[in-house]
């Protein structure tokens, strides 16, 4: 049931580009991400409702398709700050009408100078 | 504007002694969640509130876990009795709403049961 991001794990060149997927198996209600450096807690950076909307905050955007239960995020001209483990959240409806929210796999991305 | 706050940050303690874990919501949300983090399986919910009262513990482990929100302000994770294998880092998260908001995650207490 958990979320499968993909890749685990990528290495960048400072300004280089990188995406990382995450694909349910369980229709969506939103999906949010977030980032978590080391010994630190996870920062939210954006969330997307269902709707196949795209989002972007300075060089990072995501997209959200409903119909294949993905979301993608977009990392642009990457940067040193930009290190860390990205989770994808899914949110999606249960048979009792409540909301699950589960984490995903985790991306780890390290940006080399 | 203060964010999330969990105490303590750290605990040590014995296998079978009781844990307690607080936490305090930003003022005004909703809704609270607790987690926990491991290597081996990664971030995992354990339990929500919306409105003080729980909605989904489906994520709680065992019987030993049980967790509380007496009031808007305040929450707490009980671990009795802990084991080695509970050693994790436990984050409490709120929200405005239960749905479609982004959480904020207060900085977590890492439990270490020797």
């Known amino acids: 049931q958990q979320p499968v991001q993909s890749p685990q794990a990528v290495i960048l060149r400072e300004g280089e580009d990188a995406v990382i997927n995450c694909s349910s198996s369980k229709a969506l209600y939103s999906v949010h991400w977030y980032r978590q450096k080391h010994g630190e807690a996870p920062v939210f950076l954006m969330i997307l409702l269902k709707g196949g909307e795209q989002k972007g905050h300075d060089k990072i955007s995501a997209s959200f398709n409903e119909k294949k239960q993905q979301s993608s995020l977009y990392l642009t001209a990457s940067q040193l700050s930009y290190s860390g483990t990205y989770f994808c959240g899914t949110q999606g409806g249960t048979t009792s009408g409540t909301y699950k929210y589960i984490f995903g796999t985790g991306t780890r991305l390290k940006v080399l100078a | ?114």
Not at chain 2, 79 to 88: F, L, N
Request: aromatic share 10%; hydrophobic share 30%.
């Open chain 2, 1 to 114: 504007d203060a964010g999330v706050i969990q105490s303590p940050r750290h605990e040590v303690t014995e296998m079978g002694q009781e844990v307690t874990l607080r936490c305090k919501p930003i003022s005004g949300h909703n809704s609270l969640f607790w987690y926990r983090q491991t290597m081996m399986r990664g971030l995992e919910l354990l339990i929500y509130f919306n409105n003080n009262v729980p909605i989904d513990d489906s994520g709680m482990p065992e019987d030993r876990f049980s967790a509380k929100m007496p009031n808007a302000s305040f929450s707490t994770l009980k671990i009795q009795p802990s084991e080695p294998r509970d050693s994790a880092v436990y984050f409490c998260a709120s929200s405005a709403r239960l749905e479609g908001n982004e959480q904020y995650f207060g900085p977590g207490t890492r439990l270490t049961v020797t």
